[in-house]
Nanobody, 125 residues
Framework: QLVESGGGLVQDGGSPRLSCAAT????????TGWFRQAPGKEREFVAA????????YYADSVKGRFTISRDTPKNTVYLQMNSLKPEDTAVYYC????????????????????WGQGTLVTVSS
């Protein structure tokens, strides 16, 4: 089970950190990603991290502002969000793949098997 936390009401320009904790399992070497869904829009890719080989991936809209990372002993994946904008308002979901993904597959939500319940981030201007 994946459990997200860290969402809430944030000021424009704020820097919250989202957490995704895996309970009853450990994160594998396969990709773990963050996706988001804004009201009335489809769920979209935000960022992903892969352990073997180690690499990170970002949507163009968040590149340079968001950072995905992992704390292996804590079995947690983080999404550090900086310089938030009102258009970043969305429910943020953590997702984990059970198998290897090639680069072209990492940004597609259909390739992730396990999902958290989501955490709402609201950016006020």
């Amino acid at each position: 089970q994946l459990v997200e936390s860290g969402g809430g009401l944030v000021q424009d320009g704020g820097s919250p950190r989202l957490s995704c904790a895996a309970t009853g399992r450990t994160f594998s070497r396969h990709p773990t990603g963050w996706f988001r869904q804004a009201p009335g829009k489809e769920r979209e890719f935000v960022a992903a991290i892969r352990w073997s080989p180690y690499s990170t991936y970002y949507a163009d809209s968040v590149k340079g502002r968001f950072t995905i990372s992992r704390d292996t002993p804590k079995n947690t994946v983080y999404l550090q969000m900086n310089s938030l904008k009102p258009e970043d308002t969305a429910v943020y979901y953590c997702a984990s793949a059970r198998g290897p993904l090639i680069i072209s597959e990492i940004r597609s939500r259909s390739n992730y098997d396990d999902w958290g319940q989501g955490t709402l981030v609201t950016v006020s201007s």
